[in-house]
């Protein structure tokens, strides 16, 4: 059962921008903390954004006024890319942590930046 659904991965120009969206299914309850990583080839895997339970975000300090992060209720988070970089090209996961400690992860969605 895919717990975690993503979407709005996709090739982009330098400098442009790409919305993804992550949808956490109805058998995941008391999410506190949604999230946003990403893993580039050879490269472990890194947070890039962040947001709790209380809307405050966090972010990688190389995407820190480039990308938003934002969440619309309980079960939906989002990550705006803009001015995006070709060393913004990973996979981008999506990952919850219930206020239980359980966790999950999407299945990425690949972001390619190049000319």
């Known amino acids: 059962q895919v717990q975690l659904v993503e979407s709005g991965g996709g090739l982009v120009q330098p400098g442009g921008s790409l919305r993804l969206s992550c949808a956490a299914s109805?058998?995941?309850?008391?999410?506190?903390?949604m999230a946003w990583f990403r893993q580039a080839p050879g490269k472990q895997r890194e947070m890039v954004a962040l947001?709790?339970?209380?809307?405050?975000p966090k972010y990688l300090d190389s995407v820190k006024g480039r990308f938003t992060i934002s969440r619309d209720n309980a079960k939906n988070t989002y990550l705006q890319m803009n001015s995006l970089k070709s060393e913004d090209t990973a996979v981008y996961y999506c990952?919850?942590?219930?206020?239980?400690?359980?966790?999950?992860w999407g299945q990425g969605t690949q972001v390619t930046v190049s000319s």
């Open positions: 947001i709790g339970s209380d809307g405050k």
């Open positions: 990952y919850t942590l219930t206020s239980g400690g359980q966790y999950y």
């Open positions: 109805e058998s995941i309850f008391s999410i506190n903390i």
